[in-house]
């Protein structure tokens, strides 16, 4: 079993749309958790950290769920620039910082 | 502005070359970078850590003899893609710890081995 998993997608959504990606993680002793936006091959940014209490960012709203070892992202009012890919990351226990990626959620906003 | 650059940004070599691959960090020293490598549609797997003047941690399945990692100074570490075959095509990108508990990636490097 991947150490991260999330579902490839695409999804095809159109503008104003609200879209949700989920995003699974196998060790419950994992310590953060973040969600990156990834374009067209290009480095990875960061879109924001992820917490139990949930965090929000404008359109974007994150949550940790650690009793069911998942996290998620929910974007509302979808524009055409949000398309991308959504990459989720978790943080071992005693991973020094490593960060551990999922595959990928592909997002494709269309007029 | 970057804070970390990586070079090259893409490169393209005969098979059984070798291709070396640079990482540094700007106006900050970096004594924990990590080495990723992403085939298409699939996710960002790390390769390695490497640690200022010390060897190289490579995860699982990692040919450290293919795959050489030096961090001789505090802002450059290097990966070396040795004797490089088609296989070896992807995404190689570095990401650089600052202070601890932040981290920037690099810009990426395509290599595609032909």
């Known amino acids: 079993r991947k150490e991260v998993e999330q579902d490839p997608g695409p999804f095809n959504v159109p503008e104003g749309a609200t879209v949700a990606f989920n995003c699974t993680y196998s060790?419950?002793?994992?310590?953060?958790f973040f969600w990156y936006r990834q374009d067209c091959r290009k480095e990875p940014k960061l879109l924001m950290s992820?917490?139990?209490s949930g965090n929000e960012d404008g359109r974007f709203t994150a949550q940790l769920n650690r009793a069911s070892q998942y996290i998620s992202l929910l974007i509302r009012d979808s524009k055409l620039s949000d398309s991308a890919t959504y990459l989720c990351?978790?943080?071992?226990?005693?991973?020094?910082?490593?960060?551990?990626f999922g595959a990928g959620t592909r997002l494709a906003v269309h007029p | 502005g970057a804070v970390v650059s990586q070079h090259p940004s893409w490169v393209i070599c005969k098979s059984g070359t070798s291709v070396k691959i640079e990482c540094r960090s700007l106006?900050?020293?970096?004594?924990?970078m990590f080495w990723y490598r992403q085939f298409p549609k699939q996710s960002l797997m790390l390769m390695a850590t490497?640690?200022?003047?010390?060897?190289?941690?490579?995860e699982q399945g990692v040919e450290k003899d293919k795959f050489l990692i030096n961090h001789a100074s505090l802002t450059l570490s290097t990966l070396t893609v040795t004797s490089a075959h088609p296989e070896d095509s992807s995404f190689y990108i570095c990401?650089?710890?600052?202070?601890?508990?932040?981290?920037?990636f690099g810009q990426g490097t395509r290599l595609t081995v032909v």
């Open positions: 992820v917490y139990s």
């Open positions: 990401r650089v710890l600052y202070g601890g508990t932040e981290a920037f």
């Open positions: 490497s640690n200022e003047g010390s060897k190289a941690t490579y």
């Open positions: 106006d900050f020293q970096a004594t924990t």
């Open positions: 990351a978790v943080t071992p226990l005693g991973g020094y910082n490593k960060l551990i």
């Open positions: 060790n419950s002793a994992s310590q953060s």
